[in-house]
T-cell receptor, first 114, second 111 residues
Framework: AQSVTQLGSHVSVSEGALVLLRCNYS??????LFWYVQYPNQGLQLLLKYTTGATLVKGINGFEAEFKKSETSFHLTKPSAHMSDAAEYFCAVRKAPGYEKLTFGTGTRLTIIP | DTGVSQDPRHKITKRGQNVTFRCDPI?????LYWYRQTLGQGPEFLTYFQNEAQLEKSRLLSDRFSAERPKGSFSTLEIQRTEQGDSAMYLC?????????FGEGSRLTVL
């Protein structure tokens, strides 16, 4: 079965500082990996995804993530935090093609300090 | 904007009552998903439709829960004899097999 672990339920960074949100996965087969963002009272929005190919994936709003098979990790980064990045971030995994179920982590709430 | 639409956005009910949520997916999306999200947790998969066929159901979907997608377009999620533990945000998503597009959710509070 697939699962994800997000280390740190709350992360605070100063505006302009590096954002690093951690995600480790467990999968018996090559996974598809995703990061979603959820703003208050809104649905989830896809930030980026890894399926196959290049292990460094760029997403929207300046975020990127690197798939590291040896470390079973898919950490999310952004070089310079902006106030508008304050939100809840979810890492998710699913099996390769043909399997529809997404398994989400418990989320990391990102707070930006002015 | 023709994104995923959910109705109602908020529902407060008394324990033992039945509730129904509706999801209108993005037009032409053949896949539709229901997830449940409780406070401090990530979304948990409940069920998945491809067109009108319900292809997978989570063990979380007890016999008090039923979902339908009769014409392969909108879907309903009904909870019978609600319990306080059913209080959660119910999220709907649709796709064509790639990215999932989520609605804003229906928040259920059971008193």
């Amino acid at each position: 079965a697939q699962s994800v672990t997000q280390l740190g339920s709350h992360v605070s960074v100063s505006e302009g500082a590096l954002v690093l949100l951690r995600c480790n996965y467990s999968s018996s087969v090559p996974p598809y990996l995703f990061w979603y963002v959820q703003y208050p009272n809104q649905g989830l929005q896809l930030l980026l995804k890894y399926t196959t190919g290049a292990t460094l994936v760029k997403g929207i709003n300046g975020f990127e993530a690197e798939f590291k098979k040896s470390e079973t990790s898919f950490h999310l980064t952004k070089p310079s935090a902006h106030m508008s990045d304050a939100a809840e971030y979810f890492c998710a995994v699913r099996k390769a093609p043909g399997y529809e179920k997404l398994t989400f982590g418990t989320g990391t709430r990102l707070t930006i300090i002015p | 904007d023709t994104g995923v639409s959910q109705d109602p956005r908020h529902k407060i009910t008394k324990r033992g009552q039945n509730v129904t949520f509706r999801c209108d997916p993005i037009s032409e999306h053949n896949r539709l998903y229901w997830y449940r999200q409780t406070l401090g947790q990530g979304p948990e998969f409940l069920t998945y439709f491809q067109n009108e066929a319900q292809l997978e159901k989570s063990r979380l979907l007890s016999d008090r829960f039923s979902a339908e997608r009769p014409k392969g377009s909108f879907s309903t999620l009904e909870i019978q004899r609600t319990e306080q533990g059913d209080s959660a945000m119910y999220l709907c998503a649709s796709s064509l097999g790639g990215e999932l597009f989520f609605g804003e959710g229906s928040r259920l509070t059971v008193l």
